[in-house]
């Protein structure tokens, strides 16, 4: 009964599949035909009525009535003009993708801006943050940029209101930087360049202005030409004066594919920034034209046909639907049995040759919440990920590698999966594992990632979680950019909470290190790729209590490396004696010079009172369990209050650890103290 009614529906799905196959290949069939846009803004003047409805403006950003410009920052509203981003752009979005042949639009656009000093700052005003060698002025600089959307301002500072997340992968945005500060974390050349951004802030190319004489603040109009050639993939830069043929050679061209950055529909127009250095950027005129390609789209008799099909179906009585119709469920009876005959001969090779199949609580499935955690097939996941590709790959370890994976419903999700090596050569109890699996998924925390379910079979193993887009702190902390003091702090106090809480609950995480600790969009840590298991047998009693030690112990090791801002190994420092950090720190603590210890780049801004304390915590994590290593939930403790840290050792404990950093493995648990 309940067979048959399976039947029937799969039919449906499978006719109803049929039907929308045939209606989107009919599609494309019309000729060619040139999408063109055309926006022109002489000024920006009030004066013209539609000037408020064609220009959206966000965050710090305002219609000059004094000079008809756009200006950024919004000079009337704020007195403090620092640490502020805001856009202007063409308020409806503007094609420039076909996506049928993925060819991006031609463009060309022409505006003229002008940068000027605030002239309300002094140097009387100019406070510690801004001495440096840029004197009191001189803004982040100003980008001409194609966004996603018309909702969403960029960050302050050096982010020039480009990017609203530097590592949200989402979120496209394509720009070209007129920058003039020098952010050599970023990668700029100096304070007088053009950068081309693709994605990211770091420029894919820059062009050193002051090379071809022109310089950015010097307080004239200058105007700049951007022209793209969409089918050959060819960008040209041009700068120039008002009034004035652009020279003759361009300030860049080149090879630019811009396709995979580009979605169909974007919006065009401006974002500046300012830093604690102020300055206002004006636009003063603008104009863009894009041309793309597009087949038009005409009724073809067949999209019509179906449609009435679809029609009738609800009306009884169509007659005239009948050979189509005819012909669905025939070729639907066909699949049917070809999958049913697929199944059965699947099941039955499973049955023939596996003696100790894994038998999982996997009840029939029955509707659940949309979220809970559940078993997924292989295929599921190798769907989801694209047959595991090596696009997706996020990252691997010797536990296995990380996919990037899409379920049906558009979630995103990030599966490890463990390497067959992993699994066979430790002798894991796979039953264990999922057993662990499934407790950890049952539970859940703000600092913990989501387990969205697991997927098992004869070879496999795969745990599907959440996916966090702003990837995982290492990549913060060991790569370009330097992440401020307080948001390490912060990273430090959400991870000692979500394995508090862990260990609260009888469980450990058994693979802490800083590409375990992920990064939401807040900078909010949240921990993800657990162990699940300790390579190496040992009774479960002893297991728990020696894993939940391990991870003291690790964390310890990277609370000293957020502070450090480098890894715990690092074959590239070139003092011998600072190669190994756990190492380092302890003899920094004996000669009591801790701050030596701290990440250089973080510059003055850290709160040094806060950071020793830290690393006195992160030490003494790594003490002996009988000498005083703390649980995680005394670390808590101290970090949310002042009470006094219980007294280090004046010296380096020698036989303390037999921790060894030198390779992935011992860095996992194996080589970790609990004795
Ligand atoms: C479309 O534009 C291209 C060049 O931009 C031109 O060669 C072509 O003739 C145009 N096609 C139509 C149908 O206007
Ligand atoms: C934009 O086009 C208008 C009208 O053709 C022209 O007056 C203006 O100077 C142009 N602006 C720029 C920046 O090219
Ligand atoms: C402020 O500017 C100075 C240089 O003028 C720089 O050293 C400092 O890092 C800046 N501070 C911030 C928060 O950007
Ligand atoms: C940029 O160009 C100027 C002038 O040619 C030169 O002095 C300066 O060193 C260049 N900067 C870089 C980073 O190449
Ligand atoms: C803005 O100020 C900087 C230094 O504070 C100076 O070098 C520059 O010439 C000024 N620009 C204008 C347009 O006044």
């Known amino acids: 009964m309940a067979f048959s009614s399976f039947l029937f529906l799969l039919l449906l799905l499978v006719g109803s599949s049929l039907g929308?196959?045939?209606?989107?290949?009919?599609?494309?069939?019309?000729?060619v035909i040139n999408?063109?846009?055309?926006?022109?803004?002489?000024?920006?003047?009030?004066?013209?009525?539609?000037?408020?409805?064609?220009?959206?403006?966000?965050?710090?950003?305002?219609?000059?009535?004094?000079?008809?410009?756009?200006?950024?920052?919004?000079?009337?509203?704020?007195?403090d003009l620092r640490h502020l981003a805001g856009r202007a752009l063409y308020s409806s979005p503007v094609r420039l993708l076909d996506p049928a042949t993925r060819t991006p639009a031609s463009f060309e656009t022409t505006f003229d801006f002008q940068f000027k000093n605030d002239s309300s700052v002094t140097p009387a005003r100019n406070d510690a943050g801004s001495a440096g060698t840029g004197g009191t002025h001189g803004g982040s600089g100003l980008t001409f940029i194609i966004v996603p959307d018309e909702f969403t301002v960029g960050r302050s500072g050096p982010w020039l209101g480009m990017l609203n997340d530097a590592c949200d992968e989402e979120y496209k945005a394509v720009a070209v930087e007129f920058d003039t500060r020098h952010n050599p974390e970023f990668g700029d050349p100096n304070d007088n360049h053009v950068g081309i951004n693709l994605g990211s802030i770091v420029s894919t190319r820059t062009i050193n202005l002051s090379d071809i004489g022109v310089s950015l603040k010097d307080g004239s109009i200058h105007r700049a030409r951007i022209r793209y050639d969409g089918p050959k993939r060819w960008i040209e830069i041009n700068l120039g004066s008002v009034g004035?043929?652009?020279?003759?050679?361009?300030?860049?061209?080149?090879?630019l594919d811009l396709s995979p950055h580009l979605k169909e529909y974007m919006f065009v127009g401006f974002s500046a920034s300012t830093g604690n250095l102020t300055q206002i950027h004006n636009v003063?005129?603008?104009?863009?034209?894009?041309?793309?390609q597009a087949s038009l789209r005409i009724p073809s008799d067949e999209t019509c046909e179906s449609k009435i099909i679809l029609g009738n179906t609800q009306t009884p009585g169509g007659a005239k639907t009948e050979p189509i119709s005819n012909f669905l469920i025939f070729a639907a009876v066909v699949v049917l049995a070809l999958a049913i005959l697929v199944s059965l001969y699947y099941n039955s090779k499973r049955r023939g040759d596996k003696p100790s199949t894994i038998v999982l609580p996997e009840k029939i499935q029955r509707p659940r919440p949309p979220n809970k955690p559940r078993s997924f097939t292989v295929n599921e996941v190798s769907c989801a990920t694209r047959g595991f590709g090596e696009y997706e790959v996020l990252g691997s370890d010797y536990r296995g590698s990380f996919y990037r994976g899409k379920l049906p419903n558009g979630c995103q999700v990030a599966v490890k999966r463990f390497s067959t090596h992993f699994l066979n050569s430790y002798g894991l109890d796979r039953r264990r594992i999922l057993k662990e699996i499934c407790a950890i998924s049952r539970i859940r925390h703000p600092n913990l990632v989501p387990i969205r379910g697991w997927c098992h079979d004869k070879v496999e193993l795969m745990v599907i979680y959440d996916f966090f887009p702003n990837g995982s702190l290492d990549k913060w902390l060991f790569g370009v950019g330097v992440l401020p003091w307080t948001r390490r702090f912060k990273v430090i106090k959400d991870a000692a909470e979500a394995l508090s809480f862990l260990h609260s609950k009888k469980l450990a995480h058994k693979n802490m290190k800083t590409t375990s600790v992920l990064l939401d969009v807040t900078f909010r840590a949240v921990l993800g790729d657990f162990g699940f298991v300790l390579s190496g047998s040992g009774s479960r009693k002893f297991e728990s209590a020696t894993s939940q030690a391990a991870d003291v112990f690790e964390f310890g090791v990277i609370a000293l490396?957020?502070?450090?801002?480098?890894?715990?190994?690092?074959?590239?420092?070139?003092?011998?004696?600072?190669?190994d950090l756990l190492?380092?720190?302890?003899?920094?603590?004996?000669?009591?010079?801790?701050?030596?210890?701290?990440d250089r780049r973080m510059?003055?801004?850290?709160?040094?009172?806060q950071a020793i304390r830290v690393l006195e915590i992160g030490l003494l994590c790594t003490l002996n369990e009988s000498k005083g290593r703390p649980s995680m939930e005394e670390v808590v403790n101290l970090l949310a209050t002042d009470k006094p840290i219980p007294e280090l050792p004046p010296s380096r404990p020698v036989a303390l650890f037999p921790y060894s950093s030198t390779t992935g493995l011992c860095a996992g648990y194996s080589c970790a103290p609990f004795r």
């Open 244 to 255: 004035q043929e652009f020279p003759s050679t361009p300030a860049f061209s080149g090879f």
């Open 35 to 79: 999408v063109t846009k055309h926006l022109s803004f002489p000024d920006f003047s009030l004066d013209n009525p539609r000037m408020v409805h064609d220009v959206r403006l966000l965050g710090s950003a305002k219609l000059s009535k004094e000079t008809g410009a756009v200006q950024i920052p919004d000079v009337s509203e704020a007195i």
């Open 561 to 579: 490396e957020v502070i450090a801002g480098r890894r715990r190994s690092d074959p590239e420092v070139e003092e011998e004696e600072e190669k």
């Open 603 to 609: 510059g003055s801004l850290v709160n040094l009172e």
């Open 20 to 31: 929308v196959d045939s209606a989107k290949k009919e599609k494309f069939t019309g000729p």
């Open 284 to 292: 003063l005129s603008w104009n863009f034209t894009s041309t793309s």
């Open 583 to 598: 190492d380092f720190s302890w003899r920094m603590h004996e000669i009591n010079e801790k701050v030596k210890v701290f």
